[in-house]
């Protein structure tokens, strides 16, 4: 006996991933459209385009499922979830996105396109005009995105801080922190934002010019800045502001929109408080940064989260470096 037209297709190896790949392509589309600089109408950090992107995916991926049978409350978080991880990855192979963006992101966009899934599966279920619907989420962006432009970003200027105890004097530390040079991958390597994609870093050398104590940062890909001594009582305190120039950041070393200094995000300074105990030094890391973002509220404590490990980071080579001097010349 001949089964039904309708089952061989739906039985076809490709039927069930359409509503998936349409989807994503959905959200690369967008993500096209959304291609100005930092500040400008259809820049891609824009409220506009983070919230409304991974909504359309969902529902994209919900509405075409819907169309071929009747899907399970799973499904409408299940798929959107997929389809939105695809839609991150698929940027990332068509090389518009880079993989810092790409882990920061993949939270964000999976849960807002879950919402948009189980948003659809409910207009599916309840209404006769789903279609409708797909239509209203795809123009949000688009108008949203000339009109955004105009809004004044909110910014958050916070602090992160880490203390350890070193086993070596004060003046030891002090040195290594004035001249960290040959800096290894297993050394620092296993921070949090250099296995997300920031070039390592590979030296922190002081010089005396002109313009007072400066201390030339290097990274790979060719990235540098210099740390400028704003405050310092030697072997007690020091404080250090940055200072980026036009090529600090050469093409692809990072993703533009999370450049240091850029017009999201900024590292204001890092002071460093050295305090005796007993043989040993506890030294206090603190940073202040920069968050600007009309989504603040989740980009703010990632930015916490990945500065605080930083500086666990920082603090943990120092440590080494000097005790290790320190035992050197024991």
Same mark, same amino acid.
């Given at each position: ?11 076809? /190896? ?6 998936? $790949?349409? #989807? *994503?392509?959905? @959200? %690369?589309?967008? =993500?096209?459209?959304? &291609? ?70 993949? /939270? ?6 879950? $919402?948009? #899934? *189980?948003?659809? @599966? %409910?207009?599916? =279920?309840?209404?006769? &005009? ?201």
């Amino acid at each position: 006996m001949n089964e039904p037209a309708e089952e061989r297709i739906e039985r076809l /190896p490709f039927s069930k991933w359409w509503p998936l $790949l349409a #989807g *994503v392509l959905a @959200g %690369i589309a967008l =993500r096209l459209a959304f &291609w100005g600089p930092p500040g400008r109408a259809y820049a891609p950090m824009m409220a506009s385009f983070i919230y409304f992107t991974p909504l359309l995916v969902g529902a994209i991926t919900v509405y075409l499922a819907e169309r071929e049978k009747r899907r399970s409350w799973s499904y409408y978080f299940l798929a959107p979830f997929v389809a939105n991880v695809l839609f991150v990855l698929g940027t990332m192979l068509i090389m518009i996105e880079g993989l810092i963006c790409a882990v920061v992101i993949v /939270p964000l966009f999976a849960t807002f396109g879950m $919402l948009g #899934g *189980v948003i659809m @599966g %409910i207009v599916c =279920r309840a209404t006769n &005009w789903p279609r409708q619907a797909v239509y209203s989420i795809a123009v949000l962006p688009l108008v949203l995105g000339s009109l955004e432009a105009g809004l004044p970003l909110p910014e958050r200027v916070r602090s992160i801080e880490r203390t350890i105890v070193v086993d070596a004097p004060a003046k030891s530390i002090w040195t290594n922190i004035l001249n960290a040079r040959d800096i290894r991958p297993d050394e620092v390597g296993h921070a949090w934002v250099y296995r997300i994609g920031v070039p390592l870093t590979l030296a922190g050398v002081t010089s005396q010019t002109p313009e007072g104590t400066l201390r030339r940062v290097t990274m790979g890909k060719g990235v540098y800045f210099d740390q400028v001594l704003a405050e310092s009582l030697e072997n007690r305190y020091m404080r250090w502001t940055y200072r980026f120039y036009e090529d600090s950041f050469p093409p692809h070393a990072l993703d533009d929109h999370v450049k240091i200094g850029g017009h999201y995000f900024d590292v204001k300074d890092t002071s460093y408080t050295f305090t005796p105990r007993g043989d040993a030094t506890e030294v206090k890391m603190l940073i202040h940064y920069r968050v600007s973002t009309q989504f603040n509220w989740y980009a703010e404590p990632v930015a916490q989260g990945l500065l605080g490990n930083l500086e666990e980071v920082v603090l943990e080579f120092y440590r080494r470096r000097s005790e290790s001097a320190t035992a050197g010349t024991g």
